[in-house]
C-alpha cells in the first residue's frame, strides 16, 4: 500500500529564515503528492500538489515544494517564513480515491 | 460561498447510542470522504465516495457506515459508538479526474467525544 512520512513531528524556525518541511512516500506506481495545511482550530487548506512534471511545483502563500524521485521525497519549502506560517502540515499520497496522509509536522516560526 | 458543511459541530455521546454526522457541499464535486484526525496519528481515511451510490473502504473503515444517495450529502454513521471513535471528524468533497481526486476541500470538522 501506498504512503507516507513526516519525519519530524516539530521544525522551529525564525521568522524571515528559509524553512523546509520533510516528506517522503513510498508508491507502487506514479505518485501523485499533496500538501495541506491546518491552522488552529480549523480545517484543512490545500496548498499544492505534484502529479507530473516540473520538478519544482508552486503553490498557495508562497510555498513550493521539490518532488525528488531518486530520494522519494516532496519536501515543502519557503524561502522566508512569516510569523502567520505557523500551523500544522501534513503531506498525503493519492491512489485514485483512496488517500493517505503522513502524521503532520506542527511548523513554528519564531519572531 | 463554496464551502463543505458539517453537523453537527461538537458532540457528546454515551457508549451504543447511535448518531450521524451530516456533511453536505454545494460545489457539485463528485467525490466526498471521511476522515479522523487523532493526535501522532495524522489523518487517517474511513471512506470515500467517487460518486453517487458508490462507496469505498478507507483506511479505518470499522465501527462506521456511509451513504451516498445524493450528490451533495454523505452522512457519516455510528452505528454503536465506542470510546475509540472519540475523535475530530472531517468531511472533504473534491472534483475527480482521470487520474482520481484532485485537490480537496475540507469542512469545520466535528469533535465527537464517546462516553
Known amino acids: 500500500a501506498q504512503s507516507v512520512a513526516q519525519p519530524e513531528d516539530q521544525v522551529n524556525v525564525a521568522e524571515g529564515n528559509p524553512l523546509t518541511v520533510k516528506c517522503t512516500y513510498s508508491v507502487s506506481g506514479n505518485p501523485y503528492l499533496f500538501w495541506y495545511v491546518q491552522y488552529p482550530n480549523r480545517g484543512l487548506q490545500f496548498l499544492l500538489k505534484y502529479i507530473t512534471g516540473d520538478n519544482l511545483v508552486k503553490g498557495s502563500y508562497g510555498f513550493e515544494a521539490e518532488f525528488n524521485k531518486s530520494q522519494t521525497s516532496f519536501h515543502l519549502k519557503k524561502p522566508s517564513a512569516l510569523v502567520s506560517d505557523s500551523a500544522l502540515y501534513f503531506c498525503a499520497v493519492r491512489d485514485f480515491g483512496d488517500m493517505r496522509f503522513g502524521a503532520g509536522t506542527r511548523l513554528t516560526v519564531k519572531p | 460561498e463554496a464551502q463543505v458543511t458539517q453537523n453537527p459541530r461538537y458532540l457528546i455521546t454515551v457508549t451504543g447510542k447511535k448518531l450521524t454526522v451530516t456533511c453536505s457541499q454545494n460545489m457539485n464535486h463528485e467525490y466526498m470522504s471521511w476522515y479522523r484526525q487523532d493526535p501522532g496519528l495524522g489523518l487517517r481515511q474511513i471512506y470515500y465516495s467517487m460518486n453517487v451510490e458508490v462507496t469505498d473502504k478507507g483506511d479505518v473503515p470499522e465501527g462506521y457506515k456511509v451513504s451516498r444517495k445524493e450528490k451533495r450529502n454523505f452522512p457519516l454513521i455510528l452505528e454503536s459508538p465506542s470510546p475509540n471513535q472519540t475523535s475530530l471528524y472531517f468531511c472533504?468533497?473534491?472534483?475527480?479526474?482521470?487520474?482520481?481526486?484532485?485537490?480537496?476541500?475540507f469542512g469545520p470538522g466535528t469533535r465527537l467525544t464517546v462516553l
Open positions: 472533504a468533497s473534491s472534483y475527480q479526474t482521470s487520474g482520481g481526486v484532485d485537490e480537496q476541500f
